[in-house]
């Protein structure tokens, strides 16, 4: 019984130690034929899986890849990319939300480039739009972000502008070490879609009504209407949002008020160079010219007409000079005189002329 035990074990200790070999065996053999595969695999499928990684690469470094572009030195909200500019532009309003909310950012959050479009936060990713700048200190002040934002001063003169400047009160600071950048008094920073963003308070007088637009609004000026998001008063800085207003009633006696000086609604237009300037030199050079071409008309009929009347003249005074000089010459013509004398009477003399 001992004995058969003892082979029994035997044989299952034997079939384990040939399982393992066999097992070691398979191993090396699809070993080998991984070897042979590769070995034998054709070139031109080794350069198209080559050329398929380098592509991934590409796609995900351009069009996926949140590439990290600016550090936000100041807290604050920030406008949601795009969808403001819409509507603002649109001139149907039947489909605009009157609210729009806004994006909150921190000190020190990362601001992430894809494509062409912006984004805030390292886990959720939200767009904001930069060309629009961030309201800071619970919304007394602007953080620009952008880098073609523009600015406007008080004499409607246009400087160039650069990321992380800040603006209160229409002055500019570096946001680096919040000194006074330059000494000009500003009334508006200009976005590349032609948006303003008013840093005072601006009145519109029309026939119908009066209007008050909030600083720090953002505004889309036209010839005909006014559309703009403010801030309302009763702003929650822990929910920020901004309104959609329109002035549908501008007419050709409205007026303007920016940083206390009130002008008519067009010439305002026209000093941001948002329509054409009409230029009464100009107008006047086009009617001094049309006169002289008019007068030169006139002159050149009249010098015509005199032309006719001396050649007229002319030709009269040389028929009548003709008339005289054959009138002279029949005067003092020497006349031919030939005579005869008669046949039958020889002392008789005949002439003729």
Do not use: H
């Not at 062409?116 to 919304?139: F, L, T």
């Not at 010219?289 to 032309?307: F, H, L, M, S, W």
């Amino acid at each position: 019984m001992k004995k058969r035990q003892v082979r029994n074990a035997e044989a299952r200790e034997n079939r384990k130690i040939n399982n393992q070999n066999r097992q070691k065996n398979n191993g090396l053999n699809n070993n080998k034929t991984k070897r042979i595969n590769t070995k034998n695999l054709p070139t031109f499928i080794l350069i198209g899986l080559i050329l398929m990684i380098i592509i991934i690469a590409i796609i995900y470094y351009v069009f996926l890849r949140y590439a990290p572009e600016q550090i936000i030195t100041y807290s604050g909200y920030a406008v949601e990319g795009k969808t403001m500019v819409e509507n603002l532009k649109n001139s149907d309003i039947s489909n605009i939300a009157p609210y729009l909310g806004l994006i909150e950012v921190q000190e020190n959050d990362l601001l992430y480039k894809r494509l062409n479009s912006y984004y805030i936060g390292e886990d959720d990713k939200k767009e904001i739009d930069i060309n629009y700048p961030i309201y800071i200190n619970e919304g007394n002040a602007l953080l620009n972000i952008g880098k073609n934002t523009k600015l406007i001063t008080v004499n409607y003169e246009e400087v160039e502008g650069y990321p992380d400047f800040m603006m209160t009160d229409g002055v500019m600071y570096n946001g680096a070490d919040i000194t006074r950048a330059d000494g000009n008094k500003y009334i508006f920073l200009k976005s590349e879609d032609q948006i303003f963003t008013n840093v005072g308070k601006i009145k519109i007088t029309t026939s119908s009504n009066q209007y008050e637009i909030k600083e720090f609004s953002n505004i889309y000026f036209t010839e005909d209407y006014i559309t703009y998001y403010e801030m309302p008063g009763d702003s929650d800085v822990q929910n920020w949002y901004m309104q959609y207003k329109r002035i549908a009633d501008i007419d050709n006696n409205s007026k303007i008020e920016v940083n206390g000086e009130t002008i008519s609604y067009k010439t305002f237009l026209e000093k941001l160079g948002l329509i054409q300037i009409e230029d009464n030199n100009n107008t006047n050079n086009e009617e001094q010219t049309n006169k002289v071409a008019e007068n030169t008309v006139k002159n050149e009929i009249e010098q015509e007409q005199t032309n006719d009347e001396n050649s007229t003249n002319t030709v009269d005074s040389n028929k009548d000079d003709n008339k005289e000089n054959e009138w002279q010459e029949g005067m003092w013509e020497k006349p031919t005189v030939s005579c005869r004398r008669r046949l039958y009477n020889k002392n008789e003399l005949i002439c003729n002329r």
